[in-house]
Nanobody, 121 residues
Framework: QVQLVESGGGLVQAGGSLRLSCAAS????????MGWYRQAPGKQRELVAV???????DYADSVKGRFTISRDNAKNTVYLQMNSLKPEDTAVYYC???????????????WGQGTQVTVSS
């Protein structure tokens, strides 16, 4: 089994910062992309940021310049540093990882349980 465990959410005032972490554990061979998605009430889940195993990154336009994704491949962990937070960043944030569990096997998407980020005005 593979698990993604997130931490770091919470309540912060507008302009503040939070850092999310997500660690993958269990039996796995490799991790391709790792990323963060978010879902606000009444809205669809959307991509926030993604990092490839080689280190390339991509961001939603709404968070560029404010959020930074990074990963520690040795620890199978991805981070999301969120600065200059805005009330519209309020959402449940989900970690995603594309993981190969056995050699020459398929890659599958795994999700964390979600962590609430609330930004007050």
């Amino acid at each position: 089994q593979v698990q993604l465990v997130e931490s770091g959410g919470g309540l912060v005032q507008a302009g503040g910062s939070l850092r999310l972490s997500c660690a993958a554990s269990g039996s796995l061979v490799s991790i391709n992309t790792m990323g963060w998605y978010r879902q606000a009430p009444g809205k669809q889940r959307e991509l926030v940021a993604v990092s490839s195993s080689a280190g390339s990154t991509d961001y939603a336009d709404s968070v560029k310049g404010r959020f930074t994704i990074s990963r520690d491949n040795a620890k199978n962990t991805v981070y999301l540093q969120m600065n200059s937070l805005k009330p519209e960043d309020t959402a449940v944030y989900y970690c995603n990882a594309r993981i190969r569990r056995i050699w020459y096997g398929p890659e599958n998407d795994y999700w964390g349980q979600g962590t609430q980020v609330t930004v007050s005005s």
